[in-house]
């Protein structure tokens, strides 16, 4: 694993004192003040060499409080180090933290494949709660045996860098090397880590590179310039500094800014174990307002920064949300912004649509197959969703609360949901769940309502569903191979019986081969022709209108297929309960 040293940035601990370094290139003089010297402005001064300030300060040491001291135009202004790895809150002081005294115990846990990812995205504030204060870290550890039983391989951490106040979603980072104090801090953030990966789970983290802040920002004016009253050296100065969530936006041109997000990306990957990177709105990277790419240094500043991690960092992922369907995000060619993957507009819609509403007329089965085939190239380049923090907030709710507002624990809400989940863990792509999804969490989701995890006994079944769904999409029965595969046909779209039906395949054969047939219908059709990629037995391996699911389903009968030559097309007669997917495998 890479090691991370900020090129002598932030604070940097040592036997007898701390080497202290801070980017001021308009500051007239910069001190260091702290619990070490009495907080005394003139006690610890720096020494300038270029745009950079740096003192090594005796007896400072990890735990002490600090600021910097900075001077411009007779004005003394205290900030927090734009590197502080730790912070007593948004609006208090630095903390020197020593990385290296964490215990890692040889964690050499490695990301699983692309094809084999299964996303969990979390919350920590809200994920486990006492119900009368903020959700912490460890909290969320404790909950990492459930999600291993589950079957997820990856957990998606929301942002978790130090934000104004305790409760927030994470996309107002004040100090974005700093874990979240709320949360535990940078400790919690390891073990939390380190247990994911003994429970053979990734940890990715959601990181936000669009904009900071805009509250509770010591970044701001950092070193006393600015012009057009704008942020100062960390920030555009110009109509680029406008974005949707303040004015903040970081100055993608200084290569002293670029720097600053590659190290902090550098560091979660080094410092921190984690195993990838979840790109909050990269559009606004590149552009002001999303439309028009009228911010290429943007583009340069994502190709960099994926590059590194691409050479230094193989095994980690770097995921964007993008949600603009453009291939060049996830393309390395000349131009391409280097992603792995990208969230995928192109799946997330039309699938609610297709399940959400209680007119069946209403669904477009057309639209089904073209979420269910689209691809940029590589099937695992978009991660696909029914639910996400966004899907669920925003004027939208949680699928079961869309399907049946009155009653979000009717058969109607259980059966929309679990046909969005079956599209998403059969589809080609890097299937996603949002917390609590697996146990149909209602209503939609906010940072100061825990996760209300007594759902999870009312609707056991809803689960365990889910859990055999991933457990077929990662091949844990070894005749599912072709869910993990590249490719994908659509075998019948009927848009009459509101039916389709889809071959996933990796390199096919037996163990390999599999056959999803979704009715996405409230009718039961019994017996009808359904056509197969070859003649043969094909094996019902799940039927999300079991009983054992829920007892609100019909729990039809459904058997194995028995596809044969009908005039040169493999078909078998197949009966198909309402709002079910039936997944069959090619065992011989």
């Known amino acids: 694993m890479s090691d991370v040293d900020f090129r002598g940035l932030g604070a940097h601990p040592h036997d007898g ?110 994920f486990v709660t006492d119900g009368e204060s903020v959700g912490r870290l460890d909290q969320a550890a404790a909950k990492l045996g459930y999600l291993k039983s589950l079957g997820i391989n990856a957990i998606q951490l929301m942002p978790l860098m130090e934000f104004a106040g305790d409760y927030s979603w994470g996309y107002n980072p004040a100090h974005v090397f700093a874990v979240e104090s709320a949360y535990g801090g940078p400790d919690a953030l390891k073990r939390l880590v380190k247990s994911a990966h003994e429970h053979g789970i990734a940890v990715i983290v959601d990181v936000v590179y669009n904009h900071f802040g805009p509250s509770d920002l010591d970044m701001w004016q950092f070193d006393g310039w600015s012009e057009n009253d704008k942020g ?19 100055d993608y041109g200084r290569q002293e800014v670029r720097q600053f997000i590659a190290d902090n990306a550098r560091m979660w990957l080094a410092s921190y174990h984690a195993d990838g990177l979840r790109w909050d709105m990269t559009p606004y990277i590149r552009s002001v307002d999303a439309t028009v790419e009228n911010i290429p240094e ?7 920064v994926n590059d590194e ?7 980690c992922v770097s995921i964007a949300e993008d949600l603009h369907g453009d291939p060049t995000v996830t393309s390395t060619a000349d131009g391409g912004a280097g992603f792995h993957s990208q969230w995928d507009n192109h799946f997330v819609h039309p699938i609610r649509d297709a399940i959400i509403p209680a007119d069946d007329g209403s669904r477009s089965m057309a639209s089904v197959a073209e979420a269910i085939t689209y691809s940029y190239g590589d099937a695992f380049a978009r991660v696909i969703y029914t639910e996400s923090h966004d899907e669920v907030a925003n004027g939208q709710a949680r699928v079961p609360q ?26 080609p792509g890097i299937p996603m769940l949002f917390m609590g999804q697996e146990f149909l969490q209602d209503e939609w989701f906010r940072d100061n309502v ?21 457990r077929l999409r990662r091949n844990g029965d070894d005749t ?37 047939v979704v009715n996405a219908s409230g009718a039961t059709h019994e017996n009808v022709g359904v056509r197969f990629p070859s003649v043969g037995r094909w094996k019902l391996v799940l039927n999300t209108d079991a009983t054992v699911y829920s007892s609100s389903f019909t729990g039809t009968w459904v058997g194995d297929a028995d596809a044969q030559d009908h005039n040169g097309v493999p078909m078998a007669r197949v009966t198909l309960p309402p709002y079910t997917a039936l997944i069959f495998a090619r065992t011989e």
């Open 402 to 427: 869309e399907a049946d507002p009155d009653d979000p624990g009717s058969a109607r809400a259980q059966k929309a949901s679990t046909l969005g989940a079956a599209l998403t863990l059969t589809s």
């Open 17 to 126: 004192g701390t080497r202290f370094g801070v980017w001021a290139p308009h500051a007239e003089s910069v001190t260091v003040v702290g619990d070490f010297n009495d907080w005394n402005d003139s006690a610890s001064p720096l020494t300038r060499d270029g745009d950079v300030w740096s003192a090594d300060v005796a007896g400072a040491a990890p735990g002490h409080e600090y600021k910097f001291a900075i001077s411009n135009g007779g004005t003394v202004s205290r900030r927090i180090d734009p590197y502080a790895r730790q912070c007593t809150n948004s609006v208090g002081n630095g903390i020197i933290y020593d990385d290296s005294t964490f215990d890692w115990d040889d964690d050499d846990f490695r990301c699983p494949p692309m094809n084999e990812l299964v996303i969990y995205e979390t919350h920590v504030g809200s």
């Open 450 to 470: 825990p996760l209300d995890w007594s759902a999870l006994g009312d609707f056991h079944g809803i689960a365990v569903l889910h859990q055999d769904l991933i």
């Open 232 to 250: 100062g050296i960390y920030f555009f100065q110009d109509w680029r500094s406008t974005t949707p969530w303040g004015d903040t936006r970081p």
């Open 298 to 304: 943007g583009r340069v500043m994502c190709r960099e």
């Open 480 to 516: 599912t191979r072709g869910l993990s595969g590249q490719h994908v046909a659509p075998l019948d779209v009927d848009e009459a019986a509101k039916v389709i039906a889809y071959h996933r395949w990796m390199d096919g054969g037996p163990g390999d081969d599999v056959t999803v």
């Open 309 to 315: 991690i691409r050479r230094d960092f193989p095994d």
